[in-house]
């Protein structure tokens, strides 16, 4: 069986008492019939160690890693501090960070491998453009994300990574790819992974689906065979929302 994960990425919302009301609301209502979904809050680096170690319910992940070991970086946050916060999980790629903050297969690569080599899983995002997409070159796109910025790593560490199909076009604007979009998208995904690793490594890839997914799209959108789960942003700003759609499977 695939791991079933529901992940939100609070982005840069919420100060440390506003995330501490959130999670704490969200204990109070996970329920342990959730419990066979694997939950993560990518939250902000100032809530991580906080977050930590409040409850078994849920790990938490960052949204960020510097791509340098450590030294005179500043502002940068390290692989190794991150992972000293007791987080398991770093998101890496997602396209905000690639349209605002100059982020590149080649960067990701020295990102991917020092989360890695501090034990910490990774979350790794991919999607097109809406031009992209338009122009029929969505697969192509998502196919040199992936194999630029992880096909270097071996079998065991591609275990550890986690794949967010986000395409950008449905980042919080509403519009969501229908269930048919991402399952297509997702398939494609499996198979790459599965022509490079072999039928197992695919098998057992955990994929999940990121945009506008609420709770009354993602049932639908769970239901599809190769959707393991989802990268939730605003949805996940709001426990009632968000635990409803980790419910959603
Ligand atoms: P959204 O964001 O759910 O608000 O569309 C998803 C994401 O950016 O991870």
Redesign the pocket.
Known sequence: MRKKIIAG?W?MNKNLNEGADLVNELLEIITSSSMDVEVILGVPFTHLYMLASISDKFSVSAQNCSSQVSGAFTGEISANMIQSTGAKYVILG???RRAYHQENNANLVKKVDLCLSHNLKVIY?CGELLSERNSGNHFETVKSQIEEALFHLNPEQISNIVI?Y?PVW????GVTASSDQAQEMHAYIRSIFKDKYGLNIGKYLSILY????NPSNAHEIFSKEDVDGG??????LNANDFSQIINAF
């Open positions: 990425n982005k997602h396209s905000e995002c967010a986000e449905a980042i919080g604007t990121g945009g506008s997914c990268l939730i942003g605003g949805a996940s």
